[in-house]
C-alpha cells in the first residue's frame, strides 16, 4: 500500500496536480504548522521581511525539519524559492540561498554516514535537495552548482543495494518524475549513466520486488517517450491504483 501510494504521488507529478503553484505567497498554505510558535513566527517574517531575520538560521531550521519530515521536505523548495525571492526584491542580496546551499553540501559529504544511520534521513535529503533543484533558479535556469551532487545522490539510488530497498527506489522514481527532464537537459551524458544503471538493474540484478520491477519499467518507458507515457502505458502502470 506505500508503494502504491507513492506511485499515486507520481502519476501526479505527470499531470501536475500535486505541484503547488510557487506564485501563491500565502503563508497558511506552507507546512509550518508542525513547528514550536516561535519557529513559525520565524518563517512567516522570513517569507515576508527577510532582511529582519538570521536567515542561516532559517536554512538550518528548514533544513533540519526536511531531513525528519519527508512530507515537509516536498515542500520546502517553495518555501525556499519564496524567501529567495523576498530577499532578491528587497535587497538585492542571496544570503539565504548562500546559507542554504552550504547547508546542503555539508550534508551531501556525508551523504554515506546518513543513509547508513537512518534511511528516512537520507530519503528526505533526496526529496528535499531535488525539490530545491527543481524551485531554485538564476535566469531562469536550474543552479549549476546542484547538477552534479543531485546526479550523485540519483546514482546512489540506482546501486544494486538500493534497488533492493523499496523505499529508496520509491524515491528515485519520484524525483525522475518530476525533475528528470530539466535535469537530463543540464547534462545528458550523466542521465545517460543514470539509466543504464536502471536498466542493468532490471534485466539483470535478481531478487528485485515485483513493485520495483514494475517501478523501473514504468521509468525506462518514460524516459524513452521523451519524459512522458502514451495514454495506453499510463492505463497500464496505474490501472491499479485507479481500479
Not at 499515486?8 to 510557487?22: C, E, K, N, R
Request: proline share 2%; charged share 25%; aromatic share 8%.
Amino acid at each position: 500500500m506505500r508503494i502504491l501510494l507513492m506511485t499515486v504521488t507520481s502519476m501526479d507529478v505527470l499531470t501536475g496536480a500535486s505541484v503547488p503553484s510557487i506564485m501563491d505567497n500565502s503563508t497558511e498554505d506552507y507546512r509550518i504548522q508542525s513547528f514550536d510558535v516561535e519557529t513559525q513566527i520565524l518563517l512567516k517574517t522570513a517569507l515576508k521581511d527577510p532582511s529582519s531575520v538570521n536567515l542561516k538560521k532559517v536554512s538550518d531550521v528548514i533544513v533540519d525539519q526536511s531531513l525528519k519530515d519527508q512530507m515537509f521536505s516536498k515542500e520546502a523548495g517553495r518555501i525556499c524559492y519564496t524567501i529567495v525571492q523576498a530577499e532578491a526584491k528587497q535587497s538585492s542580496g542571496n544570503m539565504f540561498r548562500t546559507n542554504l546551499l552550504n547547508r546542503l553540501q555539508q550534508e551531501f559529504k556525508d551523504r554515506e554516514a546518513m543513509r547508513g544511520h537512518s534511511l528516512q534521513e537520507w530519503v528526505c535529503y533526496v526529496t528535499f535537495i531535488c525539490n530545491i533543484f527543481d524551485y531554485l533558479k538564476v535566469n531562469n535556469m536550474p543552479m549549476v552548482a546542484l547538477v552534479h551532487p543531485v546526479y550523485d545522490c540519483l546514482m546512489r539510488l540506482a546501486k544494486p543495494d538500493a534497488l533492493m530497498n523499496e523505499v529508496e527506489v520509491d524515491c528515485l522514481v519520484l524525483q525522475l518524475h518530476r525533475i528528470g527532464e530539466q535535469l537530463e537537459k543540464m547534462n545528458s551524458q550523466r542521465m545517460d549513466e543514470l539509466f543504464f544503471l536502471l536498466r542493468d538493474g532490471f534485466l539483470l540484478q535478481e531478487g528485485l520486488a515485483s513493485m520495483t520491477r514494475l517501478l523501473l519499467l514504468e521509468i525506462l518507458e518514460f524516459r524513452a517517450g521523451g519524459w512522458m507515457l502514451s495514454s495506453t502505458a499510463h492505463k497500464y502502470y496505474y490501472s491499479e491504483i485507479a481500479d
